[in-house]
């Protein structure tokens, strides 16, 4: 019994051990080679490009620039996108863009969101041909609340307070 034990464990750790080998080939490989590359820097701050392109295919590009320069509403505006093939083969393509609105990806790869129920649909389309209203309905507009100075409380002065023993106690009676 117990060398059926000691087999077992053997052949645990040489599957482990297989495991981790395995392992090592896919995340820890060589740098791919660039082949062709890229760069250019503007002449004003925040403006740039660059594209490469790896011997195993990847392809990635990126141009920043900003928007609104000189203004108080001034931001950076960044859009890019990388190509490569997945571990099992299948091409990925992925963009984004990048600005004082925030980060908007796309690509092959990602989710997308389920389709609209027909009913939702329906409701939606009925919504769009509904004549549009630009009055607004007549509400009887109450005046606002004005304080009056006498209705907050003032501060009170609390004069200082001594305390002294009370009469008629002594140390073994209690209150």
Not at 76 to 90: E, F, K, M, R
Request: charged share 20%; proline share 8%; with cysteine.
């Amino acid at each position: 019994m117990q060398q059926q034990v000691s087999i077992r464990c053997a052949q645990l750790i040489s599957c482990l051990l297989a495991a981790a080998a395995n392992a090592q080939d896919e995340y820890f490989r060589q740098p791919e080679k660039i082949v062709k590359a890229s760069n250019e820097v503007g002449e004003r701050l925040g403006n740039y490009a660059f594209t490469y392109e790896t011997e195993g295919g990847i392809l990635q590009s990126e141009v920043g620039q900003r928007k609104y320069q000189g203004t108080e509403d001034e931001a950076q505006l960044i859009q890019g996108s990388v190509q490569y093939n997945a571990p099992d083969g299948t091409p990925v393509a992925l963009s984004w863009t990048a600005d004082e609105f925030g980060t908007q990806v796309r690509g092959t790869h990602l989710p997308t969101p389920p389709p609209i129920p027909p009913a939702i649909a329906r409701a939606l389309e009925w919504l769009a041909k509904q004549p549009s209203t630009t009055e607004q309905p007549e509400v009887e507009q109450k005046k606002p609340y004005k304080a009056q100075e006498d209705t907050f409380a003032k501060p009170i002065v609390v004069k200082k307070q001594t305390f002294t023993k009370p009469l008629g106690l002594n140390k073994s009676q209690r209150f």
